[in-house]
């Protein structure tokens, strides 16, 4: 069983930037994926970005973050970051890290919650104007 534990979350200014983190422990296998979500106040969960670590190292990012959140990864510590820069009060939400071991089919999968097997709690990043 994965465990995925996000921190990193807090107030900040319009403009300001955040580096979330996720931290994965349990049994991973070496090829599998991570990706952040975030639901905000009155919408449904959306994805933001993906990472992949296997044989081909792959990212993939929402059209709404690319250019402002950059995905990375750890491998020594199973642990994926989302650094969030020029935020706006519209990224105000619940961040939440998922991860997936399922294999690799095309990057379509990636912003499907069920393509992924496990979910921390969540994060709240609140952005003030």
Known sequence: QVQLVESGGGLVQAGGSLRLSCSASGRIGSTYAMGWFRQTPGKEREFLAAISRGSASRTYYANSVKGR????????KSTAYLQMNGLKPEDTGVYYCALSERPYVSSADYPREDYYDSWGQGTQVTVSS
């Open 69 to 76: 959140f950059v995905i990375s990864e750890d491998n020594t």
